[in-house]
């Protein structure tokens, strides 16, 4: 499969672009925080996204999906991030339909995936247990209980956690903390007895929840996957949202860059454009090359989730393309900052929501320097 977009999905990219600047600007983010909305998302724009199907984009049609592939979801999801677009895409989709459609079995396959391609069902995954990205640091536990098992422990960093119908919990059913082996991936109801939500407003007005279990009873058939391996249904799953989550930072540092360039060409100081500056076109010439190198590693990666490569390059790929994207948002947010000026701190510039968007999303699902380790480990070092 050639790394660029066909005719389909450069329609498709066109069609989402129009949308998102015409129905979820940033303008609507700003409004959603300032309202102090309790979804943290509208949910009509959200019902237009699933209207457009791109709630079922990378499910198979048997389920209710267009079986139109990551790439076609990634550039989706990279026009979301160039407006900021809140929704329950990359929650739901990316991260939740994705363990489902990888480990689910046929009937829970049936009955979720469905649901997700039209919108009825929100799903949140409740894994981290601490502020710093641990997948396999459970410590959460379920433990045999009749024909079922009974879940307690606590879950922080949860996307979306506060309006998920079902939350997805990783347990631990043997083993220890930092085991990969033994552990167990459950559907769990939100509204559940046992279950707390509380929600947590962060910096970037993005969705996200701490989440408490104390004793929730689930029945066998809400296991997803083989009992204690979980992690088999885990790792290519988080390979895929790492992978979603650089779509969405791409979009985000092209639409930064836009911004400052543009602000470059149109701010004068001594009577000529501050973009004359031979010091700032260097800046900027310097941000343009590593966004041109974050395209191809994003392309190249949703371009193996299609070709269905070997599980170890999708690994590879996908944390080359979080850290390199990560790193460039990185700059480009701050160089973005930097270029404005004081007004650039400002909450009037829209410049200032980039920054903040880099900050949470640098720290989902691993950081630079997390998967910079993880690459040279899966390179043998």
């Known amino acids: 499969m050639p790394m660029i977009l066909n005719d389909e999905q450069n329609m498709l990219r066109d069609s989402a672009k129009s949308f998102c600047e015409e129905n979820a600007p940033i303008g609507q983010l700003r409004k959603l925080r300032d309202d102090d909305s309790a979804d943290g998302f509208d949910r009509d724009t959200w019902s237009q996204m699933v209207e457009l199907g791109w709630a079922g984009i990378p499910f198979p049609e048997?389920?209710?999906?267009?079986?139109?592939?990551?790439?076609?979801?990634?550039?989706?999801?990279?026009?979301?991030?160039?407006?900021?677009?809140?929704?329950?895409?990359?929650?739901?989709?990316?991260?939740?339909?994705t363990i489902v459609n990888l480990?689910?079995?046929?009937?829970?396959?049936?009955?979720?995936?469905p649901k997700i391609a039209a919108g009825e069902l929100l799903l949140a995954l409740a894994l981290e247990e601490s502020h710093r990205h641990n997948p396999y640091g459970v410590a959460t536990s379920a433990e045999a209980s009749g024909d079922g098992y009974t879940i307690s422990g606590s879950k922080k960093f949860v996307l979306d956690g506060h309006v998920a119908d079902k939350l997805i919990v990783a347990a631990r059913t043997a083993g220890s903390t930092g085991d990969r082996d033994?552990?167990?991936?459950?559907?769990?109801?939100?509204?559940?007895?046992?279950?707390?939500?509380?929600?947590?407003?962060?910096?970037?007005?993005?969705?996200?929840?701490?989440?408490?279990?104390?004793?929730?009873?689930?029945?066998?058939?809400a296991l997803i996957g083989?009992?204690?391996?979980?992690?088999?249904?885990?790792?290519?799953?988080?390979?895929?949202?790492?992978?979603?989550?650089?779509?969405?930072?791409?979009?985000?540092?092209?639409?930064?860059?836009?911004?400052?360039?543009?602000?470059?060409?149109?701010?004068?100081?001594?009577?000529?454009?501050?973009?004359?500056?031979?010091?700032?076109?260097?800046?900027?010439a310097n941000m343009f090359c590593e966004i041109e190198l974050s395209k191809s590693?994003?392309?190249?990666?949703?371009?193996?989730?299609?070709?269905?490569?070997?599980?170890?390059?999708?690994?590879?790929?996908?944390?080359?393309?979080?850290?390199?994207?990560?790193?460039?948002?990185?700059?480009?947010?701050?160089?973005?900052?930097?270029?404005?000026?004081?007004?650039?701190?400002?909450d009037e510039f829209d410049i200032g929501f980039f920054i903040k968007r880099a900050a949470v999303?640098?720290?989902?699902?691993?950081?630079?320097?997390?998967?910079?380790?993880?690459?040279?480990?899966?390179?043998?070092?």
């Open 297 to 346: 590693c994003v392309l190249e990666a949703l371009t193996a989730l299609d070709e269905e490569r070997d599980r170890e390059e999708v690994a590879k790929l996908a944390s080359l393309t979080k850290a390199k994207v990560g790193e460039t948002f990185h700059t480009v947010s701050r160089e973005g900052i930097q270029m404005h000026g004081g007004i650039g701190m400002t």
């Open 182 to 221: 033994g552990i167990s991936l459950f559907l769990v109801d939100a509204g559940a007895d046992g279950v707390t939500v509380t929600r947590t407003k962060m910096v970037d007005s993005r969705n996200a929840a701490n989440v408490e279990l104390a004793g929730v009873a689930v029945t066998g058939d």
């Open 361 to 381: 999303t640098e720290q989902t699902f691993g950081d630079v320097n997390y998967h910079r380790n993880r690459y040279g480990e899966l390179e043998g070092y």
């Open 226 to 284: 083989e009992l204690g391996k979980g992690a088999d249904v885990l790792d290519p799953a988080l390979d895929i949202a790492r992978i979603g989550i650089a779509a969405e930072m791409l979009g985000s540092t092209q639409e930064c860059f836009d911004r400052t360039v543009q602000y470059l060409k149109d701010r004068e100081q001594f009577g000529v454009p501050i973009g004359s500056f031979q010091a700032l076109k260097h800046r900027a």
């Open 103 to 113: 480990g689910g079995s046929d009937a829970q396959k049936a009955a979720l995936l």
């Open 62 to 97: 048997e389920h209710g999906g267009l079986a139109f592939g990551y790439k076609g979801l990634g550039v989706v999801t990279e026009e979301t991030g160039r407006t900021l677009a809140a929704s329950p895409l990359f929650a739901t989709v990316w991260l939740g339909g």
